[in-house]
């Protein structure tokens, strides 16, 4: 069981940002904490871990008090069995691998940093200094650290953004193994939908300090009403004149999309415009991208 | 020949003073470079003072202050039984203020420059502030160990003004190299002074030389 409810203001150059969040659950569903930055995603990890004090609130895990601020109760961080996984890199440059990985623990156990060196595919590099090791490397160590401090809470804080796609999918299993294999509550920020709706049971979306959504991957983004449609938004990069057509050049995401819209339309568009692209009267075809980088099978059409 | 007297006071006037300075400096560095208050720019100026004042005027108010006719020297002297004017803990102390900012300087800025996320990743580890400053701080600061303890060392040989004003020149007490330097030229003794400069020359350059090569291979250590 964990329940918070938390409230802090943040003074900001431009701004000031006002947290706002309550939150309880009964079982251990991994949550992912989504927003855009900014939101407080950061700073909501950091009240939990004790790193940062809220300005009033509570936070219950497990039964335990963390904090009450009516009680002026506070523990501090090395009190609260928190695994922590920050953004950025962490671990501690003088100590080797497997001193990193023992330096949460309260007792010696060389068999259990073994095992947790096996399980992250490290076992060669327990000696290596941090310096060393790349970057999907460090971020093993890291989690690691945190699951062998043995915490009632594991909080990763975009642990797995600077990864390319093959390590953060490797990267996600473990964090998901060690999540139901320790009987973790274990709260994730990330930005990735593929990853959220990968590994979360639950999902808090972040707005302002305050949650706009909480639910399943599920409710949060794809409660739209179901539709064939597809739709995608863009900025338009030109608008040109061919012969008797108007042709509109857009960027969505990562391509570059040509369209004809009507002379009308075409008048009221200018470079820079977002634009929402969409087909109503045909169903799209789907291809699953193979390994090699080749279209595969066709699933419609 | 000189008399080795007077280099040997300064070795341990050095030393003693270092040592003060090492574990004064350490919490006094981190409170400066972690804690925000308004007291911190007032500590930092305290600090830094030695810096810009004339020894002379650092001596003549230690001077005043052990003197058995101010309030403070009577009660040092009666209830404490010390007598701190004109005797070698007397050079200590001031050389200890006066070094301050030698090792608070450098230790404060290596402190600064730890990424955040050590500290509170230590914390989060399980790990009080002692075991941190300990185990995860200083062993990441070495350069700045390095610097703080070799510039006070090296500093206080090179002291002369506040132990002149408030060590006077006895031997054996407060006759630090430096002063019999003086003293030698004082009695036209051109060559035992000579000698006696020539040591702390010498001396000061190898500390200085072996603290730079030492912290240029624990620089090129760190890369891979």
Redesign the interface.
Known sequence: MIRFELYKTLRGAGRDLTIQLEYQARDRGLLTVYGPSGAGKSTLLRML???TVPDSGYIEVNGICWYDSRRGINL???Q?R???V?Q???????LSVRQNLA??M?HRDPGAVNDILRALELDELGNAKP??LSGGQRQRVELG?AIL?NPALLLLDEPLSALDSGLRGRLQRLVLEFHRARDLHTILVSHDLPEIAALSERVIHLENGRIRQAGSPESVFFSHPLSGKVQFTGRVLAISREDILHVITVLAANTVIKVVVGEEQAAALSAGDAVIISSKAFNPLVSRITGDGEGGSEAGG | MIDPGPLWLTLKLALVTTLILLGLGIPLASWLAYRRTRWKAVAEVFVSMPLVLPPSVIGFYLLLAFSPTTGLGRFLENSLGLRLAFSFPGLVIASVLYSLPFMVHPLQSGFASL?P??R?????????RWQTLWR?LL??MKPALLSGTVLSFAHTIGEFGVVLMIGGNIPGQTRVASIAIFDEVESMNYHSANLYALILFAVSFLILLVTYLVNHRITLL???
């Open positions: 871990a004790g790193l501090a961080p090395r609260r928190v695994g922590f920050f950025e890199r962490s671990l501690f440059p003088h330096f949460g309260e310096a060393f650290r401090r | 990424p996320q050590l509170e990743a230590s914390y989060v580890l399980g790990k009080t995860v062993p990441n760190r890369q891979p």
